[in-house]
């Protein structure tokens, strides 16, 4: 099993986000996810397999049925990653700001 998915990929398409939000809630079938969009079952499938690749959701089959449910742990790790990436990305534009501040003020002395 992945540690983390590409979480900006799983996220990068309103579809995905769509099922993704549909998953946080309930297991549900494919033929329950392609009932909530106007697109067809290929185009389900294909953002299905999107996030599978990337770890965010479990398939599971019972019979002829096909389960999808959303993989919390992996989406958890993601979801921390980015927050790291995007908390040192402001840390770095705090550092530059403080930099510019400070030697706008040697300027003005």
Not at 38 to 59: M, R, Y
């Amino acid at each position: 099993m992945r540690t983390s998915g590409n979480i900006y990929r799983a996220l990068a398409d309103p579809t995905r986000r769509k099922i993704l939000n549909l998953l946080s809630k309930d297991e549900h079938t494919q033929s329950d996810i392609v009932k909530e969009f106007d697109i067809s079952q290929p185009a389900i499938n294909k953002q299905l397999n999107i996030l599978k690749k990337e770890g965010f959701v479990h398939e599971s089959k019972s019979g002829r049925y096909r389960f999808y449910s959303l993989n919390t742990k992996v989406f958890a790790v993601a979801y921390q990653q980015m927050i790291d990436e995007i908390g040192a990305m402001l840390d770095q534009t705090l550092v530059d700001l403080k930099h510019y501040v400070e030697n706008k003020e040697e300027d003005d002395d």
